[in-house]
């Protein structure tokens, strides 16, 4: 098995894909629900976590900078790890995400073991 990150991204200067109190408090139970789904077949790695919408880039010379920037559209709103055999079924798990009908994207990405 391998392990895959699911990165799921928002756009956070739209107003479509801001979803309304409402429309959170209804995604919340479904999302919690896929979230332990994942767990249940052992194939959760790590938390969820929730990630702030400001940051930080560090740059060559040690530059730091504030982010995101200002022409950035997208922003990560959830990053955790799963397992998987292959990207078909990690994309599978991620296709479950309810967060994507309120305009979210999930990025899929498999870890490349450590060169021996």
Known sequence: MSEFLLAIHRDITSTDATPSPEQMKSAIKPYQD???????????????????????????????TNGP?????????????IKANDYDEAVE??????IIEYGAVVEVRMAIPPVQ
């Open 93 to 98: 798990i991620a296709k479950g995400c309810p």
């Open 34 to 64: 896929w979230i332990a789904g994942i767990g249940a077949q052992d194939k959760l790695i790590g938390n969820p976590k929730r990630w702030d919408l400001d940051g930080r880039f560090v740059k060559k010379g040690n530059t730091v």
């Open 69 to 81: 920037y200002a022409e950035v559209k997208e922003s990560i709103g959830g990053l955790f790890l």
